[in-house]
């Protein structure tokens, strides 16, 4: 699932100091062509009733590639703290931000919340068909490559390609990576995990500098929203960027079968339910790290 590629944005993208840096229950195969009909109808049934709703959550959550950036988040969030710092706060207060964000990010206690999260909005159809989506040979392949692109060596060779790549990709590749993107809402995923990174950091260093440093609600929302409306280019460069670099052994009719996948009902629906997943995320994550930002910092008399 291409939701592998918002943890890259992340990485790549800085979040702080105003840097830019998942309807109704159609049938799967209306919107989809012949080909991919017949391919993903018969997956489908091969979820068995007999797989429990537990069992039936779990594996969405492992093929989808969500426990993959949940087992990432903690790392994330000390890189960018290592590589800025907070300014105007000391170096025992920065450490212990760090470490309050590096376990407000805690990976069991997040997937939790991905899995209540689930659990609350389980719906018997839906849930099994989205499962057998991600199984499916063409989901099963694009996902093989997009968590082999997750390793630093990977990262790496792609930026240091990146002008070469996007310079010999022909149009008409140029705009199924396009559509990809829209159709799987890579890149507003991106913003709104970055804005959520953003918005958690800003918010809670707002607490930490001098009071005359501080920013006022309304200039810390100006100041979030500026970001946001300047994070989306780079973000949609960067997802752009991935997918011609990830998919490049896939050939047009693979990329436009795997469009055709995530535009049918249920496809649309489980991107819908991935990002409502990760805004959920992101409000039990940002609700924890204050609470501890209150206790550490507020509760000694320390700001």
């Known amino acids: 699932m291409t ?42 049934k091969t979820v068995t009733k007999k797989e429990s709703k537990a069992e039936i959550i779990e594996q969405i959550i492992v093929e989808s590639g969500l426990d993959d950036i949940i087992e990432q988040l903690p790392d994330l969030v000390a890189m960018h703290l290592d590589q800025q710092p907070i300014p105007s706060i000391n170096k025992e207060q920065n450490a212990k931000f ?3 964000l590096v376990l407000a990010n805690d990976p069991e206690k997040v997937k939790k919340v991905v899995t209540n999260h689930f659990n609350s909005h389980y719906d018997a159809q839906r849930f099994p068909e989205f499962l057998a989506l991600l199984k499916t040979p ?29 310079g010999q990709l022909s149009s008409d590749r140029l705009a199924l990576v396009r559509k990809l993107d829209e159709v799987t809402e890579s890149t507003a995923i991106a913003v709104d995990m970055q804005m959520m990174m953003a918005t958690i950091i800003m918010s809670n260093q707002n607490r930490l500098v001098p009071a005359a440093q501080q920013m006022s609600k309304t200039q810390l929302a100006q100041t979030l929203e500026q ?57 039990v994550i940002a609700t924890d790290f204050s609470q501890r930002m209150e206790n ?4 000694n008399n320390s700001l």
């Not at 943890?7 to 195969?29: E, F, H, M, N, R």
């Not at 670099?245 to 693979?254: C, F, G, K, L, N």
């Open 3 to 44: 939701i592998h590629k918002v943890v890259g944005v992340l990485v790549l993208i800085s979040l702080i100091g105003g840097c830019a840096q998942t309807p109704t229950k159609d049938d799967l195969s209306s919107k989809i062509t012949s080909t991919i009909e017949n391919k993903e109808t018969v997956a489908i």
């Open 98 to 100: 760090r470490e309050n």
């Open 138 to 166: 063409l989901a099963q392949k694009m996902t093989a490559l997009e968590i082999e692109m997750q390793s630093a060596q990977a990262q790496q060779a792609m930026m240091q390609q990146g002008n070469i790549i996007m």
């Open 227 to 283: 970001i946001q409306l300047q994070s989306v280019f780079p973000a949609q460069q960067f997802i752009n960027l991935s997918m011609a670099y990830t998919y490049a052994s896939i050939s047009d009719d693979e990329l436009n079968e795997y469009i055709d996948l995530y535009q049918t009902e249920i496809g649309q629906w489980s991107i819908k339910l991935a990002r409502n997943a990760m805004a959920k995320m992101s409000e």
């Open 296 to 299: 550490d910092f507020v509760a």
